[in-house]
């Protein structure tokens, strides 16, 4: 069993910067996916950014040259670096693994980009 929990989020002003966490407990092996999804009021979740160990990572068109995704296998932590942010990345972010064929989600952490 696998449980992810998300820290960072908050409120940013446009153009400011923010890291998000995901720290997961259970097994996670290295070939393992760990990534990061968002969901915006009253939009679909969408793919943000994600790696697996030693495996390039890859960012939705949307994020590309602002956010990095990176991860820490010993710790089984997976971080986001979010910059230049923009009112259009204020959405509910969530944490994500797939290990062995099993998907698991964060409870999601709240980012909010507003002057």
């Known amino acids: 069993q696998v449980q992810l929990v998300e820290s960072g989020g908050g409120l940013v002003q446009p153009g400011g910067s923010l890291r998000l966490s995901c720290a997961a407990s259970?097994?996670?092996?290295?070939?393992?996916?760990m990534g990061w999804y968002r969901q915006a009021p009253g939009k679909q979740r969408e793919f943000v950014a994600g790696?697996?160990?030693?495996?390039?990572?890859d960012y939705a068109d949307s994020v590309k040259g602002r956010f990095t995704v990176s991860r820490d296998s010993a710790r089984n932590t997976v971080y986001l670096q979010m910059g230049s942010l923009k009112a259009e990345d204020t959405a509910v972010y969530y944490c994500?693994?797939?290990?062995?064929?099993?998907?698991?989600w964060g409870q999601g952490t709240q980012v909010t980009v507003s002057s």
């Open positions: 259970g097994t996670i092996f290295s070939g393992s996916f």
């Open positions: 790696r697996r160990s030693g495996i390039n990572t």
């Open positions: 994500n693994a797939v290990v062995l064929g099993k998907v698991y």
